[in-house]
């Protein structure tokens, strides 16, 4: 590729009409409308791109809308030499839509002749600047550039140096201008206008320098009463091997090398497949050399374990350039015997390394298997461990009055388990038919209540009074066991409906609340899109699918990406939930909740997410600072759809509401059955088949591009019902939603 980023000087733009005419083209020569994106290449057959640079970019007909994640944040379109020149292209032309005052630089690269197999190459830049919010034609005439670039070698565009970081910028139809007046080419693109500013450029010989993308700033070291500074402390599984953070919210992963990663009990332990299995965990760039004297952890390995501990660092925080220094288990003196003990990486074992920007501690030669307690920066010289946070407070949970208990029956004898297939999911679901008792007819189940059985039994029985269940009793279609904790075996002998209990019955507990289960939508013809978490770099093209339906939608979305400064998922959503979307929970780190290990991984998992949120939107206090946008959080989605008695007593102690709503869906895309096979098309015969059996509520994720690019039609279809597409909490009738457009005109 011919685009490298180079160190600029941009000077400021003055405005001025093209002029200069040609007459060699008919009509504008169309460099990239963007409907070629999907195939890494523009109009001319060349790359484009942004080689990894932005937050996020995804492309629609028309234009590319990308969110720059720093000052080496940039856009590029490469194309074969044109001789604009000769051929009558006088001006180079293409939209752009930016933050009110914004600016960036553009450059023009050119060649000393399209003749030569290897030309001399120059870069000539400009400042665009003034934006108004609102998109504009930009149209920079080639001529007036203060180095005389050669016109009859261009060779390339590049769009950098972008104002504001973090937020949604857009480029769209790029062309050369015809300047005999020919007809303007037709690109298929659409990206509407608002004025037209034509702007000289003035220019700066390119330097060679090669420019750099950045990670984190860095990192001040705590003041004078140090305590030690958190690496990881293995608090969840999810969060290490699903999503891939440390404790620090920065990158931290064995990348598969490694046979198994599990994490328990605030323990990590890693067992190599081989003897390139390794392990890391990144501090963004951490000067360390004010207070901390190294990186202190348990370790647990068998006598003759040996393993590589290796310290990066940069020489300028945003640099590739890492560089490292390696030291041996056997040179650190680490001696291992079976026990629990603590180690320390203390920075004088490593003499070389910068420790005022640190990056990261990676792991390697693994001789066996090796389990590692928490993870510190410790203060001064003398290694200390990290203290987990003992005590820490749990919601009561929320008992409700139960409906009364259905009049005096015989007994009825459900199941004496005589056939050997068993059931492998202690909870006791109540399944509640759909209102027309049709299985063909979705949702089917309607819902279901989950109870924790250990609250009802004792050593040998268990009773649960029939109206604990939260369920339309006249509409019962069965009872499931499921959600076992533990692998210890449970023999079941025989279950049935009894009119009373036993004399000697030491007594029922109260019903806990456990929210609303929820696959489809209440309100007549209605039908909610709601789409989970997926990849940051889709979510713009999500945002314009959504925006161009004008359609209102709910994200479900997971705390814990929310908070990463450098994906641009909090800007995004705060940009949709002013546009009146519904944002709404998903987890702080995506696991199957009803199997954490206990009350407390749960609760983790709960006041984490929801922290997170309210730091993102507000909560509506008077002293938080994010309260443009507040959002009512008793709207949540269970990852995987994995569901039981614990995690939703939880998620309504947690919440402080007997009702939070669970959320499912009756309408599956399967998108994580097709989109990344042969046929990912079987996406949109999957949401027509559930929307032809009446589903009306969706469970989508833009994780994938071929599921992205099928929202449209999803959409389509949706409206072909004739229902009214709105959020969850509208279309489930919640009197704390919005009120729909014609409810606020009543």
């Known amino acids: 590729m011919l685009l490298n980023r180079r160190h600029l000087v941009a000077g400021v733009a003055g405005l001025l009409a093209a002029t200069g005419v040609h007459a060699a083209c008919s009509s504008d020569l169309v460099i990239d409308d963007f409907t070629t994106w999907l195939t890494g290449l523009n ?329 590692f307690g928490p993870m510190s920066f410790y203060c001064g010289s003398t290694p200390s461990e990290y203290e987990l946070p003992s005590g820490i407070p749990t919601a009561p949970p929320i008992t409700v009055t139960t409906t009364a208990a259905p009049a005096p029956t015989k007994a009825m004898v459900i199941d004496t388990f005589g056939d050997p297939e068993t059931n492998d999911l202690g909870h006791v679901a109540l399944q509640q038919h759909n209102a027309v008792c049709d299985p063909d007819v979705k949702p089917y189940p309607e819902t279901w209540d989950s109870l924790e059985a250990a609250r009802y039994a004792t050593a040998s029985d268990m009773y649960i009074p029939i109206n604990h269940f939260a369920v339309d009793l006249t509409r019962v279609i069965g009872f499931a066991l499921k959600g076992f904790y533990g692998t210890e075996p449970t023999r079941l002998t025989k279950m049935e409906i009894v009119d009373e209990l036993p004399e000697d019955w030491p007594g029922v507990p109260p019903k806990l609340a456990s929210g609303r289960l929820v696959f489809s939508c209440t309100r007549p013809d209605s039908f909610a899109f709601a789409i989970d978490d997926g990849d940051p770099a889709l979510a713009p093209r999500v945002m314009e699918i959504v925006q161009q339906a004008d359609i209102p939608v709910t994200f479900f979305t997971v705390g814990l990406p929310l908070l990463d400064r450098t994906n641009g998922l909090a800007d995004m959503y705060k940009t949709m939930a002013a546009r009146g979307h519904q944002i709404a929970l998903h987890s702080y780190t995506h696991p199957p909740l009803e199997g954490l290990p206990s009350d407390a991984a749960i609760d983790w998992e709960y006041a984490n997410d929801i922290g997170a949120v309210r730091q993102v939107f507000g909560d509506g206090s008077p002293n938080n600072n994010n309260n443009n946008n507040p959002v009512h959080t008793n709207y949540f989605r269970p990852p995987f759809g994995t569901e039981g008695a614990r995690m939703r007593q939880r998620l309504a102690a947690n919440l402080e509401d007997a009702n939070p709503y669970l959320v499912q869906w009756s309408v599956d895309v399967e998108d994580w059955l097709w989109a990344e096979s042969d046929t990912p098309e079987k996406q949109l015969d999957a949401f027509k088949r559930d929307v032809a059996a009446g589903g009306n509520l969706v469970v989508m994720h833009y994780l994938y591009n071929s599921t992205v690019e099928l929202l449209p039609e999803f959409i389509e279809v949706a409206k072909a019902t004739g229902k009214r597409l709105m959020r969850v909490d509208q279309c489930m009738e919640d009197p704390n939603a919005p009120p729909l457009e014609d409810e606020e005109e009543g």
């Not at 492309?59 to 194309?79: H, I, R, T, W």
């Not at 001399?120 to 930009?138: A, C, F, M, P, Q």
């Not at 393993?307 to 990066?312: G, H, I, K, N, Q």
């Not at 660092?313 to 040179?331: A, I």
Request: proline residues 4%.
């Open 43 to 371: 109009n001319l057959g060349s790359e484009n791109g942004d080689d990894g640079t932005m937050t996020a970019i995804a492309a629609s007909p028309g234009q590319v809308v990308f969110v720059p994640k720093d000052d080496g944040s940039y856009f590029y379109e490469s194309f074969p030499c044109q001789q604009a020149n000769t051929e009558g292209y006088n001006a180079i032309q293409f939209s752009v839509l930016g933050p009110e005052g914004g600016s960036f630089a553009f450059e023009l690269q050119t060649t000393s002749s399209c003749d030569d197999e290897v030309g001399v190459y120059n870069s000539s830049w400009t400042e665009v600047g003034d934006l108004t919010g609102e998109r504009h034609t930009i149209t920079l005439p080639l001529e007036g550039w203060d180095d005389s670039p050669n016109y009859d070698g261009i060779v390339g565009l590049t769009w950098s140096t972008f104002s504001e970081n973090g937020i949604q910028w857009s480029v769209g139809n790029v062309s050369l201008v015809c300047g005999g007046g020919g007809d303007e080419g037709d690109g298929g693109g659409s990206a509407s206008q608002s004025s037209t500013v034509a702007t000289k450029p003035t220019a700066t010989t390119a330097t060679s320098s090669q420019g750099s993308t950045t990670s984190s700033p860095a990192v001040s070291s705590p003041p004078a009463t140090c305590s030690n500074l958190l690496i990881d402390d293995w608090a969840s599984q999810s969060r290490l091997t699903f999503l891939g953070y440390n404790a620090m919210e920065q990158t931290s992963s064995d990348d598969e090398s490694m046979s198994s990663v599990v994490v328990s009990d605030n323990r990590v332990t890693l067992t190599p497949r081989d003897d390139d299995s390794y392990f890391y965990s990144q501090f963004g760039c951490l000067d360390a050399s004010e207070q901390y004297g190294g990186i202190s952890f348990s370790v647990q390995a068998k006598r003759g374990t040996s393993f590589s501990v290796t310290l990066a660092y940069v020489t300028k925080c945003g640099s590739q350039n890492e560089q490292s220094v390696t030291q041996s288990t056997d040179e650190l003196g680490w001696t291992f015997d079976g026990t629990e003990k603590l180690y320390s990486v203390p920075f004088s074992a490593f003499a070389d390394v910068d420790t005022t920007r640190l990056t990261m501690i990676y792991f390697g030669d693994f001789s066996g298997p090796v389990t």
